[in-house]
């Protein structure tokens, strides 16, 4: 067949498509065609079965894994109580129609069991309960008080098999705690697993932390803290608790983000009331200045293959949001819509940028494509900011606040979609969420 | 005259394409319908596992998936800290935040590798078929000779008697069918690429008989697609049988549906 090329001539095309023909075995009748346009979005449903395994080990790792799957709203676990067949080993084929039976479309079986060397091995299989047939099976070992993390591992791979998409449940996230009265305000970094376990501070609260991000390519992350009542951008190895500057600015630095290789910083520097955009190379320390506007130009952030950079600016009298290049060239306005722009954030995906929006004295969330067009608003509310995607560019982070003296801001995540919007929980207060790469 | 022979030679050619588009296409489609077994013709190592684990120990299959075993590195060391002056730092959380954790494959038994029941090449990446049944069908739809309608119901040439065919009522009905067990990859990022034809034969009693089988298949390559391609699957197996007209039995025996979640999506 190498001698079909869309670039020979059509008599011997047709010739090679008749020849092409004549290898297909005999017809019957013709297809009837129809396209199918509408559906019924909902959650796929999952049947879990609790691991097999000694002790709760077993039972935990499905719990964590059911409690990952449903709150990426893409799932609804199928309530266990309903299960016909319980204890399948995870290398039996189970009986798929008992499954079908509960409606569940998915099946996952596995099992936890001590190894030799003391480590923990978990398995699992993902069945297609519809086709009969397997779709993933994989396998960790890990130290046994690693088992929320394999539950996380485990959760991802389900994930990314049903639906495509890289996974997010083996994520953190840093974030603002809050504590004390609106007008003395201590604020801390803190940092939690994507799902609000294992909180811990990473910051005492003596100098106030404000905009962390995380390095997309380490345990690293940037943000800005008024240390001696001088706002700088720091840099933080969430490991070592190690901090260090990130330049020596003659000036006020702020809002800065990684670039995607994790290898440059970008900030805003501002002097004498105007802010420009400047790059920093952390390892050569040398910086470079993109913009050079009597504006305040700030927010910036790198598309994810680094080519071009978003931020906001007022240079045309009210904020709006703007693409340049990476290098500071061509500059173009991309928002049109009522209203101010702000804090814009490339999608790790790089389809969508995502925003916060000040229309008629209300905040709210909203994502557009790279150049302006299809702004769609997820969310919105007295006070919505600080928009931060998950790894796979599929969720977005935010913070919402009341409007009393006593309210203090909280945690929320809201599909792509602008549905399944949910409370993430913190022990306190908590503003600015920044999202983890994969841990892996 | 040269010009008429070239002409001649021309409408030749011609009704030749058209007669050979018109009477094997719908062949084509069939035989493709008669031949295929699994859903997916993509083999992946899951597939080739199972088939292995099924044909060798029933109840004590070990086979995996090979997943590329990784290494748990230790944390990259600390930037140092230098002379600046440092905000306040807690101490580092209690829990290590990059535990030492390997992802391994059970490596294969030797046993595993004998005995499949379909002769399978151990396949590392996708396999290139010889004859690429999409491009043919993608050559095929580019010809005249099928009509489209409105309702984006069409039929080629060679279909059933204008009796025999499907009002849009009973088309609608079909796709109503189809809306209660279809769930579009909301979300999912280019909604474009992810539109899949299939094609399966249903019996009188409208439970599948052959298929169903993704056409387009030459994208089942990227993960997206070949979630939305399950789904759709999935969504025909689960909503079977059908309720149709038996006496217009002729008319969709044979079906080709086109799950395009663009305007569901706003894509």
Not at chain 1, 211 to 240: C, D, G, H, M, W
Not at chain 2, 115 to 133: H, M, T
Request: charged share 20%; hydrophobic share 40%; net charge neutral.
């Amino acid at each position: 067949m190498n001698a079909y090329h869309p670039s020979i001539s059509p008599r011997r095309g047709l010739a090679v498509l008749a020849m092409m023909f004549c290898l297909l075995p005999i017809p019957a009748l013709a297809a009837l065609k129809i396209d199918i346009t509408q559906g019924n979005v909902e959650p796929l449903p999952i049947a879990v079965l609790d691991f097999d395994g000694e002790g709760s080990v077993g039972q935990d790792l499905a719990t964590v894994i059911v409690a990952d799957l449903e709150r990426s709203g893409l799932f609804r676990p199928v309530d266990r109580d309903a299960f016909i067949e319980r204890n399948i080993g995870v290398n039996v084929r189970p009986r798929f129609s008992d499954w079908r039976v509960i409606n569940a479309l998915a099946l996952v079986t596995g099992r936890a069991v001590q190894h030799s060397d003391g480590r923990l091995l978990v398995e699992f299989r993902l069945w297609d309960v519809v086709a009969e047939e397997q779709m993933a099976g994989l396998q960790f070992f890990t130290t046994p008080e690693n088992w929320r993390r394999i539950a996380h591992l485990v959760a991802d791979a389900i994930y990314e098999r049903l639906t495509g998409e890289t996974g997010y449940f083996d994520t953190r996230l840093v974030y603002v705690s809050e504590s004390g009265p609106k007008n003395n305000r201590v604020k801390k970094l803190a940092i939690m697993d994507q799902d609000g376990f294992a909180q811990s501070e990473l910051t005492r609260g003596n100098a106030l932390a404000l905009t962390p991000r995380f390095s997309p390519t380490a345990q690293e992350i940037t943000y800005l803290s008024f240390y001696r009542n001088k706002p700088r951008v720091y840099l933080l190895n969430i490991e070592t608790g190690q901090q260090e500057v990130v330049g020596d600015f003659p000036g006020m630095t702020f809002a800065p983000r990684f670039s995607p290789d994790g290898q440059k910083i970008i900030m805003s520097l501002e002097r004498n009331g105007n802010s420009n955009i400047y790059t920093m190379d952390l390892r050569t320390r040398e910086t470079r200045r993109l913009t050079s506007s009597l504006a305040i130009d700030t927010a910036p952030c790198f598309a994810p293959d680094g080519s071009r950079i978003v931020f906001e600016s007022d240079r045309m009298g009210s904020q709006q949001l703007y693409v340049m290049e990476a290098d500071g060239s061509n500059v173009r306005r991309i928002s049109y819509g009522e209203g101010r722009y702000a804090t814009p954030v490339w999608s790790p995906r790089g389809d969508l940028i995502a925003f916060t929006k000040t229309l008629n004295g209300r905040f709210l969330i909203g994502v557009m494509r790279t150049d302006g067009s299809g702004e769609r608003i997820l969310t919105e509310g007295y006070h919505n900011e600080g928009p931060a995607w998950s790894p796979n560019g599929r969720v977005i982070a935010f913070f919402r606040e009341g409007r009393g003296e006593n309210q203090g801001p909280a945690l929320w995540t809201v599909d792509v979609t602008g549905y399944n919007e949910r409370p993430l929980s913190t022990p306190g207060w908590a503003s600015d969420p920044a999202w983890s790469p994969l841990i892996r | 005259m040269p010009v008429s022979s070239n002409l001649l030679a021309s409408i030749f050619l011609h009704v030749s394409l058209a007669l050979l588009v018109g009477l094997w296409s719908p062949m084509l489609n069939d035989a493709r319908l008669n031949d295929q077994s699994l859903p997916i013709e993509i083999i992946t190592i899951d597939q080739f596992t199972k088939l292995v684990e099924e044909a060798t120990m029933p109840d004590e299959a070990d086979a995996r998936q090979e997943a590329p075993a990784f290494e748990r590195t230790t944390a990259p060391s600390a930037v140092q800290p230098d002379t600046m002056p440092l905000p306040d730092a807690a101490p580092p959380p209690d829990k290590a935040p990059t535990p030492e954790l390997t992802q391994e494959a059970v490596p294969e038994e030797p046993r595993f590798r004998v005995a499949s029941p379909v002769p399978l090449a151990r396949p590392q990446v996708k396999p290139k078929p010889l004859l690429d049944i999409g491009r043919v069908q993608a050559l095929l739809n580019k010809t005249p000779d099928q009509e489209v309608s409105d309702s984006g119901v069409s039929k080629s040439e060679a279909g059933p008697s204008a009796a025999e065919r499907l009002t849009l009522n009973e088309v609608d009905a079909f796709r109503a069918q189809m809306r209660r067990c279809w769930s579009p990859p909301a979300g999912a990022k280019q909604a474009e690429n992810l539109i899949v034809q299939v094609r399966l034969s249903l019996t009188p009693g409208g439970a599948i008989s052959a298929g169903p089988v993704v056409v387009n298949r030459a994208l089942l390559g990227d993960p997206f697609f070949r979630a939305a391609a399950e789904s759709v699957l999935r969504a025909i197996r689960r909503c079977q049988p059908f309720t149709m007209p038996t006496e217009k039995y002729a008319s969709w025996r044979n079906i080709e549906l086109t799950f395009d979640p663009r305007k569901m999506l706003g894509g």
